[in-house]
């Protein structure tokens, strides 16, 4: 187990947003009452985390209002391992003992899971990520050991390799879903009832 106050929470938040459309951030639309991208970042508002990191682009959510340190990556687009990197290095120079890696296009995560990250990480080479018991995916936690190694990560598939080699903590699909196209976004909207799904956009 690693306790909360020795982790710090990376929030990626830099996301290309490309199968979304030409709508600028995909975090920032409507879903139940708040932006996309703040979801994840109010459920776990009451983790103890030693700090939080938001690495953002072009999204128009204010994360520092929220407790996070903003870190802004204008490299997103060029290299999509740029934000990874960001946010471990700020892990690293807080001295941490591991990282929660979250997605900010993730709304459903719960705290719950997150806590159970943590319980099942045994030591400073820990990689632990989450699953719907198909294939493991973030949120993840890395154990300060492997901080070089993901600093060292380049390219699209980010630290792909890493989890599917570490530990797996099986919650379900539905608080794994993440969000890359406008109809996923609106069939997650009819799942939860939301308000936006009955709300008819202006042309």
Same mark, same amino acid.
């Given at each position: 187990m690693? %306790? #909360?106050?020795?982790?710090?929470?990376?929030l990626? #938040?830099?996301g290309?947003?490309t199968?979304f459309?030409? *709508?600028?951030s995909?975090?920032?639309?409507?879903f139940?009452?708040?932006?996309?991208?703040?979801h994840v970042?109010v %459920?776990?508002?009451d &983790?103890?985390?030693?700090e939080?990191i938001?690495?953002? /682009? !072009?999204?128009?959510i204010?994360?520092?209002?929220?407790g996070y340190?903003?870190?802004? !990556?204008d490299a997103? *687009?060029?290299d &999509? #391992? @740029?934000?990874?990197?960001?946010g *471990? =290095?700020c /892990?690293h120079?807080?001295n941490?003992?591991?990282?929660?890696?979250?997605?900010?296009?993730?709304?459903?995560?719960? =705290?719950t899971?997150?806590?159970n990250?943590l319980?099942?990480a045994d030591d400073?080479r820990?990689?632990?990520? @989450?699953?719907?018991?198909r294939?493991?995916?973030?949120?993840?936690?890395?154990?300060?050991?492997?901080f070089?190694e993901l600093?060292?990560?380049?390219?699209?598939?980010g630290?792909?390799?890493l *989890?599917? %080699?570490?530990?797996h903590?099986?919650?379900?699909? %539905?608080e794994?879903?993440?969000?890359?196209t406008?109809?996923?976004?609106e069939?997650?909207?009819?799942?939860?009832h939301?308000?936006?799904?009955?709300?008819?956009?202006?042309?």
């Amino acid at each position: 187990m690693i %306790a #909360a106050e020795d982790v710090v929470l990376v929030l990626l #938040a830099a996301g290309k947003s490309t199968r979304f459309g030409d *709508i600028g951030s995909k975090l920032d639309e409507p879903f139940l009452g708040r932006a996309l991208g703040l979801h994840v970042a109010v %459920a776990l508002e009451d &983790m103890p985390f030693r700090e939080r990191i938001a690495v953002t /682009a !072009n999204c128009r959510i204010d994360y520092a209002q929220h407790g996070y340190t903003v870190v802004r !990556n204008d490299a997103a *687009i060029a290299d &999509m #391992a @740029s934000s990874l990197r960001l946010g *471990i =290095a700020c /892990a690293h120079a807080r001295n941490a003992a591991a990282v929660a890696i979250a997605l900010a296009d993730m709304p459903r995560v719960t =705290a719950t899971h997150v806590y159970n990250l943590l319980d099942a990480a045994d030591d400073a080479r820990a990689v632990v990520a @989450s699953s719907d018991g198909r294939q493991p995916r973030p949120p993840a936690l890395f154990g300060r050991d492997r901080f070089d190694e993901l600093l060292a990560i380049t390219g699209d598939h980010g630290a792909r390799a890493l *989890i599917r %080699a570490g530990k797996h903590v099986v919650t379900t699909a %539905a608080e794994l879903i993440d969000v890359d196209t406008p109809g996923e976004l609106e069939e997650l909207r009819r799942l939860v009832h939301a308000p936006e799904a009955h709300t008819r956009r202006r042309a």
